[in-house]
Each structure stands twice: as structure tokens, then as C-alpha cells.
């Protein structure tokens, strides 16, 4: 019997042993892990993955950081090497990294350790002073805690890293900023296309049109497209197409919007009647651009213009048209003329209020900042988003036809404007009256956004939920509402956007309420987006505008407070607000304009009526997929509402709606993973009295209750144990 039972024990051991085994086999083989905190803070986002899961050359990482660290750094370096991992799971066999032991200069340190401070000092990592508290003692050491990025001949290094807030994210872009253009290449499956659509029936009359180099373009283009291929890994293959030859090419051609001609007989039967197509396309995948050959413009006593590109030019246009189609261009554009604010600053230079330094800062950072002057140039293919930041003078048809043309290209606007010009008192009327003058600005804007479905109401929203500013002791202490610069609470914020889902509280000023109209919107099929709104204690002042603090309550009438709409996203296929006018006239050079009156004094003619030319895909009429941002406030790009490390719930705004509108939300969910700003959320009055009434008395009351239960289930117990010894 006594062998038996130990013949079963020994059994029951050797089992319990090998299920063991086989679970720690089981969770070395079938790892997995689960992130159960609301923001997934410790798992790494979507877009880092797809990062590091598309290197197509070598990555490796050297992490220089000293052991032993104390708190907090311990938890740095801990967090780190997990951070590490979690990308290696996900990365392709290009990722690599290693950790280096580094010892810091005091002490005794081993050869090899000696030798891997060498190699830091080399990637420019040096050591930091940190501060420690041991037995009661405030005590400095020198620490190595940097890491150097190596891609190719690339090397990009974070020298410092001292804390874990947004770690992820600046490792993201690093990793990004070297992968771009080369593995993005190196990984397509495929090559891009280049084709020239050139109808050879056009060499007839283009010397009629100045554009006698026509006939050699095929040949110039691909010379152009292998010289560009050699430099983009040979994944640029270029195809001359000729539509008078192949019918079949028209429907093609009508596709991609290219530019058509037709023409009648003209100069005297010298050129024969005809239509030809011209224009180039650059496809891969499902995604397509068109690069004008040909420029058609309207210009004063001389007419319409035809003009071939710049071929010194076209392998740069190219090159940014490929990093555009790959979507791996980092160019952002912001318009400089029309009275926009300046990147730079204000005027005078020791003045911070016109200054976007720090948006600036903040910008550069993740994108290459391109300035625009509409008055220059038209607007590069190469930058998918426009900013414009409160311009005050009025654009021209033709500015604005620019605009327009580059959002039917499947582009994105970003519009920060200010629906009134802020005169401040001169030191003659000052005497007088001290009064702000707020002048309606009209830039010729608003038709286009109405044309669009939004428009922005002439007055400022002013709320109780507000900024409150501090009162020195000499003005009596306490808080001052100022109402023009409302609060944005939590409630009032769409989460329906990824970007936007923790962004959690915002601060606008002088910010006026925008208008969307439903049936437009739906008539021209585009999706509206409310980003954020004041609160239902709010209401709006037009006419003769006064912000003073002093002077300025909110209205005794309730039906005049009301939530209004601050932000709004447009998106969709827009229809051009010059679909049915005629080409916009550019505005001409004084040269230009004293050679067309010349021309017309003299009675001199051309040699062909280029007006008896008619062309189709000048203008395109209905856009691809774009994107415009329309908030009624500059202020929001101001320096003293963004702060210089772009972890303010302002700042954060700004830079991840710019980058949903340059294609990278993914960046943008990643930049607010950690998102330090997490206000309380509010209850109303019944509510608090509730909740403050059940904690005094309610969880006492819960305590004598939970007692009598156990004494009344116990007394029952005694009493059925009681009944049963009777029996």
C-alpha cells in the first residue's frame, strides 16, 4: 500500500514537472503580449512598425547607455531596451541593435568598456552630468545615455535621452529620416511609370504658337528620364505615346485631364485644321500625376500664351514628382506674399507679435518648409499641403485660380485666417479715444470657400469658459475672464479623427465662428469634419467690436448662448470654383504689357490667330481626393499659444493636423500617444452634490449593510446546523 502511494507521488511530480517544461516551451515559441492601458503606452503604433518592417538595406542601432543608473534613469534605460525589442518583432531582417556597456570616467573601467567609450566619442555621444540621492545624499555622476542610428552612409544620432515622453516617437522619425527615399525605392515591387503623350499632329502648328522645340521633346524627355532613372535605382521606365496614330489614347488622355487642342484652318491654308493631345504622366500603383508640358495663360493686350516648360528643370520636377507619387517628400509650403504673417517674425524685429519662430521650429522639425509667392510662380507639384496664415491683401482671379488648380490636384489647404485687421490706436487718437479698430479683411478667399460649403461669419466668439488671468494683489487679487480667448474642453472635441483622439483640451483667442452649408457640402459629395467648438455658454460679438475685460459681459438673453463651430475639415473630390468661367488673366510684367500695347498701336498682327485655338484641360474641373483645414483664428500659430517642445495640447494640434493633411496620420497618432495633458471630467451640479453626499454618508451606510449581510447569513447557517442535530 505505502509503495503504491509513493509510486503515485513520484508520478504526480514527474507531471506536474513536464507541464511545466512544456509551458515554459510553449511561451518561448508562442510569445505574445497584451497592452491593456486606454492608450496603448506600451505598445508601439502603426506607423512605427511599418517603419521598421520596410527597411530594404541594413539598420543598426548602438545604444550607449550606463548601467546601474538610479531612478529614474534605471526606468529609461528598462523602457528603452523594451522599446527596442517591440521594434525587432515587427522588423524585417534589416533591423538591428545592440547595447554597449559604458562605464563612466570615474572609477576603474575595463578594456572593453574603455574601447566602447572610444567608439561613442567617435558617433558623438558624450557622457551627461545626472544627479543622484544615495544614503540621504544629493550626489553627481557622469552618465553615457545617447544612441546613434546607422543606415547606408547615413548616420543619425540621439545624443541625450533622459526621459521616456515621446521616445517612441522621435525614434520613429529618425529611423524614418533615413529610410525614406532609398529603401522606399529599393522596396518598390514595381517601376514607375513616365509617359509623354505627344500627338505628332501638333508639330504643325506649334512654331505657330512659339513652341518650335515640340518635335524634339520625346527625345530630350528621355534622355531627361534616364538620367533621373540611374540616379532613382532604375525604377523610372519612360513610354512615348502618340494619340493621332491611336484613337484609343484619347479616352486616356481625357483620364488624366492632359491638355487639348483643336484648331481650325489657319493662316490661309497654310496649317490644315486638326487636334492634338499633349502631356506627361507619371503612374505607379493606383495613384497618377500629371506634369504640364504646357503652360496656357491669359495675359493683357496679348492674349493667350502657350508655353513649354523649362527643361532645365524637368529632371528636378521629376525627381520631386517620384517622392510625391511614393509619398515620401517632406516638403511642406507656406505662403509668403499677400501680407501673410512672416516665419521669421514680426516687424520690428524686437516685437513677438507677428512672430511664428516657434511654429517655425516646431515644423521644421518633421518637414522641409518651402516658401510660395503666388506672385512668383505657380505652386510646385512637389508639396501635397499649402499653409496659409492670415494673408491680408486680395488675391487676384489668377491667385486664386492657382489655389484652386492645386487643390483639384489632390492637395490640401491649411487655412489659419482672420476675418478682421486689428488697428491699434495711433498716439494722435489716443488722446481722442483709445479704442481698437477692427476692420473686415476680404481677400477674395471667401468666394472660393462658399463655392467649397463653408464660410466664416463676420464676429469673434467669446465664452464663459474661458481664459482666467491673475490679478496682482495692487489690483485687488482674484480672476479676470477673458472672454475672447475661450477654453476648449474635452467634450467639446471630435474624437471621431484618429489625430485627434487625445487631444483633450485646447486654448483659441480671437477666433471667429465658421458657417457650413449641409446642402452644398453634400451637393459637391464631401465629408465635414467639426474639429472642435466653444461651449454652450458662449456667444458672438460683431459690428463694433470691444474686447476690453473692463467693458465686456456676457448677454442677459440665454438664447443667445450657444456653442459655435471653431474648426472644420473638408474632404473629398472638389468642384472648381472656375469650372465654367474662362481662363483667369495673369498678370502681366511691364515689359510684357508695353510690347502688347506696341503691338496693338501698330495695328502689327500675328502670324496666326492663336485666340481661334480652342483647348480643353486647362482647368480641371472636378479634383482628386483633397483636404482643406479652415480654422478663423492666426492666433493659433502665434508663439505665446504653442510651446517650443510641441507637447502643449495646442502645439500638438497644429503639428498632427498638418500631418493628417500630408498623408501621415499615422505620425500623428503616434506624436499624442503620451499625452500629458488629461483634465478631470466635468459633472454638473446634481452630480457633484451626488457624489459628494455618497461618499460622507452613502459608503458608511454600504459598510453597516455589507455587515448585517454576513451576521444574517451566519445566524442562518447557525440555525440550519442547529435543526439538523435536532433531527
Not at 550626489?139 to 547615413?154: E, N, P, S, W
Not at 513610354?239 to 484619347?250: A, G, I, K, R, V
Not at 498716439?427 to 479704442?435: A, F, I, Y
Request: charged fraction near 25%; hydrophobic fraction near 35%.
Amino acid at each position: 500500500m505505502g509503495l503504491r502511494t509513493r509510486s503515485t507521488t513520484y508520478l504526480r511530480f514527474l507531471s506536474y514537472v513536464l507541464v511545466i517544461v512544456l509551458v515554459n516551451i510553449a511561451g518561448t515559441t508562442l510569445f505574445f503580449r497584451i497592452d491593456l492601458t486606454r492608450d496603448r503606452i506600451y505598445s508601439i503604433y502603426a506607423a512605427s512598425k511599418s517603419v521598421v518592417s520596410t527597411l530594404s538595406e541594413p539598420l543598426t542601432i548602438n545604444v550607449f547607455f550606463t548601467k546601474n543608473l538610479p531612478a529614474p534613469h534605471n526606468n529609461t534605460e528598462r523602457y528603452l531596451h523594451d522599446l527596442l525589442d517591440e521594434y525587432s518583432i515587427y522588423a524585417n531582417r534589416y533591423f538591428n541593435y545592440r547595447f554597449y556597456d559604458v562605464s563612466p570616467e570615474e572609477g576603474d573601467i575595463s578594456q572593453a568598456a574603455r574601447e566602447n567609450q572610444e567608439l561613442a566619442s567617435n558617433y558623438g555621444i558624450y557622457p551627461v552630468q545626472i544627479r543622484a540621492i544615495q544614503k540621504d545624499e544629493v550626489t553627481f555622476q557622469k552618465a553615457y545615455m545617447g544612441l546613434v542610428l546607422i543606415h547606408g552612409d547615413l548616420i543619425e544620432r540621439i545624443p541625450t535621452i533622459t526621459t521616456t515622453e515621446g521616445l517612441e516617437y522621435t525614434l520613429t522619425m529618425a529611423i524614418q529620416k533615413l529610410r525614406n527615399k532609398i529603401s522606399a525605392l529599393l522596396g518598390l515591387p514595381e517601376k514607375i511609370k513616365l509617359t509623354l503623350f505627344l500627338s505628332s499632329s501638333l508639330k504643325v502648328v506649334a512654331p505657330y504658337m512659339q513652341l518650335g522645340d515640340l518635335s524634339g521633346l520625346p527625345e530630350r524627355l528621355g534622355r531627361i528620364a534616364e538620367t533621373v532613372s540611374a540616379k532613382n535605382y532604375g525604377k523610372l521606365e519612360f513610354t512615348y505615346l502618340d494619340p493621332s496614330t491611336d484613337t484609343s489614347l484619347e479616352q486616356l488622355a481625357s483620364k488624366y485631364n492632359l491638355l487639348s487642342l483643336k484648331w481650325p484652318e489657319l493662316s490661309e491654308g497654310k496649317v490644315p485644321a486638326g487636334r492634338g493631345i499633349v502631356g506627361l504622366v507619371m503612374e505607379y500603383g493606383d495613384r497618377a500625376l500629371e506634369i504640364p508640358v504646357i503652360r496656357v495663360t491669359r495675359v493683357p493686350f496679348i492674349g493667350t500664351r502657350y508655353e513649354l516648360v523649362d527643361m532645365k528643370r524637368m529632371e528636378e520636377i521629376i525627381n520631386e514628382n517620384i517622392e510625391s507619387l511614393i509619398e515620401i517628400n517632406e516638403d511642406i509650403g507656406y505662403l509668403t506674399d499677400h501680407g501673410a504673417l512672416k516665419l521669421s517674425g514680426g516687424s520690428p524685429p524686437d516685437s513677438r507679435r507677428d512672430t511664428l519662430s516657434t511654429f517655425k521650429n516646431l515644423l521644421s522639425q518633421g518637414y522641409a518648409i518651402q516658401n510660395i509667392s503666388l506672385k512668383d510662380g505657380a505652386i510646385p507639384d512637389s508639396i501635397n499641403c499649402l499653409v496659409l496664415a492670415r494673408p491680408t491683401e486680395k488675391f487676384s482671379d489668377y491667385d486664386l485660380f492657382q489655389i484652386d488648380q492645386f487643390l483639384m490636384r489632390g492637395k490640401h489647404l491649411a487655412l489659419f485666417l482672420d476675418i478682421f485687421n486689428e488697428l491699434l490706436p495711433s498716439e494722435d487718437r489716443t488722446r481722442l479715444s483709445g479704442e481698437v479698430q477692427y476692420v473686415p479683411i476680404k481677400t477674395g478667399l471667401e468666394k472660393l470657400l462658399e463655392h467649397y460649403g463653408i464660410g466664416i461669419r463676420g464676429s469673434y466668439v467669446l465664452d464663459e469658459h474661458c481664459y482666467k488671468q491673475q490679478l496682482s494683489s495692487r489690483y485687488g487679487g482674484g480672476e479676470r475672464p477673458i472672454y475672447f480667448v475661450p477654453v476648449i474642453k474635452n467634450g467639446s472635441i471630435n474624437k471621431d479623427l484618429v489625430f485627434m483622439k487625445n487631444i483633450k483640451g485646447l486654448v483659441a483667442m480671437k477666433i471667429s465662428p465658421l458657417e457650413p452649408f449641409a446642402k452644398r457640402i453634400a451637393d459637391n459629395g464631401l465629408k465635414a469634419h467639426q474639429l472642435f467648438a466653444s461651449s454652450e455658454r458662449s456667444w458672438e460679438t460683431g459690428g463694433r467690436i470691444n474686447l476690453n475685460p473692463l467693458f465686456t459681459r456676457p448677454p442677459k438673453e440665454e438664447e443667445k448662448l450657444k456653442s459655435f463651430p471653431l474648426a472644420y475639415i473638408l474632404e473629398g473630390e472638389f468642384p472648381s470654383y472656375f469650372a465654367d468661367k474662362p481662363l483667369p488673366e495673369k498678370s502681366s510684367s511691364k515689359e510684357e504689357s508695353k510690347e502688347g500695347q506696341e503691338k496693338q498701336g501698330s495695328g502689327e498682327k500675328p502670324v496666326v490667330d492663336l485666340s481661334k485655338i480652342e483647348s480643353a484641360g486647362k482647368i480641371i474641373t472636378k479634383g482628386k481626393p483633397g483636404k482643406i483645414l479652415l480654422i478663423a483664428s492666426s492666433e493659433m500659430l502665434r508663439d505665446n499659444m504653442l510651446d517650443e517642445r510641441g507637447k502643449s495640447p495646442n502645439a500638438m494640434f497644429i503639428l498632427n493636423v498638418l500631418d493628417y493633411l500630408n498623408n501621415r496620420e499615422g505620425i500623428a497618432e503616434l506624436r499624442s500617444k503620451e499625452q500629458g495633458f488629461n483634465p478631470l471630467t466635468e459633472v454638473k451640479g446634481a452630480a457633484k452634490t451626488f457624489v459628494k453626499s455618497f461618499n460622507i454618508a452613502g459608503l458608511p451606510v454600504l459598510v453597516i449593510l455589507f455587515g448585517l449581510l454576513v451576521w444574517f447569513l451566519r445566524h442562518s447557517r447557525k440555525k440550519r446546523i442547529q435543526m439538523m442535530f435536532q433531527k
